[in-house]
C-alpha cells in the first residue's frame, strides 16, 4: 500500500510565507470552518479566564463532560473528551490495538496514520470514481465477512468526498462487525452542520455497545479550532480504558470553558446550520455553472470538485489561486484522488462570490 503525505488544510501562516501574502487577507477555503466564525460569547470567556492561567485545568474536563452530556441526552459517564478529534483517533487505535485495520480510500488521513503508529497494519477499501466515490454496503459487509480485519473506520459524511452513510446502513455494518469481532470507529465531525443530523448519527447506539465509538468535534462547528475540542461517545468500560491511557490534563483551560459556553448558544446553533445550508446550496449551483469542472453534491461544509477536464492539475490550480490570496485544498494527498481533484469549504456570500469569479477567470 502506497503511503500518503500526511497534509492538511488550514496552514495559513505557511501560504502567506510562501506567497508573499498578507495573512489577514487571506481566504481561506482549505480549512472546513464554519464561515460564521466563533460565537461572540467566545472573547468574553477567554478574557473571563485570563487570571485563571495560573491553576492546572480541571482533569478530564469533567464540567465539560456534564455540559456536553446534557446537549447530547447522555451521561457524562458515556464520553471521554480530547485535545481534538484526532487525539481520540490515536487514542482509541492505542487502547484497542489492532493488528488489522479496514480504512476507506479516500478519507481522511489520520485513521491510517494512527494505526501504523500502533504497530497496526492498514487495508484500504477504494471506492469506485465511477460511483462517485458512494460506499457500497454491502460489498464492505462481504469484505467484513471474509478477512481478518479487527478495526473498521467509517467517516460520515465522508471527508473529502461528502458522501453520506443512511444510519440503517450503519445498524448492518455494525451487526456484521459485532460477530465478527471488529471494532468500529464512525467519524461524525461534520455530521453536527446537517439539519437533520438526528437521523443519521450514531450516538444512541455508541453507549449501548462494546464495538462502536462515535467521534466528534466543536472545533469545526464553532469555528475553535486553534482551541482543539473533540469528543467520544463510547460504552462506559471503554470511556474507562481511554481516560486511563491520556493525560488526564488534555484539554487546555480555555478549551474547556469555551466549549462549556458554546454549547449554550442555542440561536448560533440554528443560524449556523440555516447558513450552511444557504451558501452550500449556492456554491454549488455556482460551480457546476463553470466550464470542466465537476462538483460533487455537498452534504456538509466541503464540496469535492474533479478537475480532470481542464488543463490545470490540483496543485497548479491551487498555487493559482495562491497567488490570488484564495486558498484550496489540493486532493493530490488523498488516496485514489491523484492531481485531478481539490475540495473547498462553503463559507460566506462574499467569498464565495470570489472563488467563482477567481475560478472563472483562470478556467476562461
Known amino acids: 500500500m502506497a503511503k500518503r503525505k500526511r497534509e492538511h488544510g488550514g496552514n495559513i501562516k ?6 508573499d501574502l498578507i495573512y489577514d487577507e487571506i481566504i481561506d477555503f482549505s480549512a472546513n470552518i464554519n464561515f460564521l466564525g466563533p460565537p461572540s460569547i467566545v472573547k468574553e470567556v477567554i478574557e473571563d479566564s485570563i487570571t485563571k492561567i495560573v491553576d492546572y485545568p480541571e482533569p478530564d474536563a469533567k464540567s465539560l463532560a456534564v ?9 457524562p459517564d458515556d464520553l471521554i473528551i480530547g485535545n481534538g478529534a484526532v487525539e481520540i483517533i490515536y487514542l482509541i487505535s492505542k487502547v484497542i490495538n489492532p493488528r488489522q485495520a479496514l480504512v476507506l480510500a479516500p478519507t481522511f488521513s489520520e485513521y491510517e496514520a494512527a494505526i501504523e503508529s500502533v504497530g497496526g497494519e492498514v487495508e484500504l477499501f477504494q471506492l469506485a470514481r465511477s460511483n462517485n466515490f458512494k460506499l457500497d454496503i454491502n460489498q464492505l459487509i462481504a469484505k467484513l465477512q471474509n ?22 446502513d450503519l445498524i448492518k455494518v455494525l451487526e456484521v ?23 443519521y448519527t450514531l450516538i444512541s447506539e455508541a453507549i449501548e455497545r462494546n464495538n462502536l465509538l462515535v467521534l466528534r468535534s466543536m472545533t469545526k462547528f464553532f469555528a475553535i479550532p486553534g482551541l482543539r475540542i473533540g469528543y467520544g461517545i463510547t460504552n462506559r468500560k471503554l470511556v474507562t480504558k481511554l481516560n486511563e491511557s491520556k493525560d488526564p490534563w488534555n484539554v487546555n483551560l480555555f478549551a474547556q470553558r469555551v466549549g462549556s459556553r458554546v454549547l449554550e448558544e442555542q440561536d448560533y446553533i440554528r443560524k449556523t446550520k440555516e447558513a450552511v445550508k444557504q451558501e452550500k ?53 488523498y488516496h485514489l484522488l491523484g492531481a485531478d481533484f ?11 462570490l470570489r472563488l467563482i469569479e477567481e475560478l472563472k477567470s483562470i478556467l476562461d
Open 14 to 19: 505557511a501560504a502567506a510565507e510562501e506567497y
Open 67 to 75: 455540559k456536553l452530556a446534557g446537549h447530547l441526552g447522555i451521561e
Open 147 to 168: 478477512s481478518d480485519i479487527d478495526m473498521l473506520f467509517l467517516c460520515n459524511p465522508n471527508n473529502p468526498t461528502g458522501d453520506l452513510i443512511k444510519r440503517n
Open 177 to 199: 462487525s459485532k460477530q465478527e469481532d471488529i471494532f468500529v470507529v464512525v467519524d461524525e465531525a461534520f455530521l453536527d452542520f446537517l439539519t437533520n443530523e438526528a437521523d
Open 281 to 333: 446550496d449556492f456554491l454549488y449551483k455556482e460551480l457546476k455553472g463553470l466550464p470542466n469542472l465537476k462538483p460533487y453534491l455537498p452534504t456538509a461544509n466541503y464540496i469535492l470538485i474533479d478537475i480532470v477536464d481542464t488543463k490545470y492539475t490540483s496543485w497548479k490550480l491551487h498555487n493559482q489561486l495562491a497567488q490570488e490570496g484564495i486558498l484550496v485544498r489540493d486532493c493530490s494527498t
Open 342 to 352: 481539490i475540495r473547498v469549504a462553503v463559507k460566506n456570500r462574499e467569498d464565495n
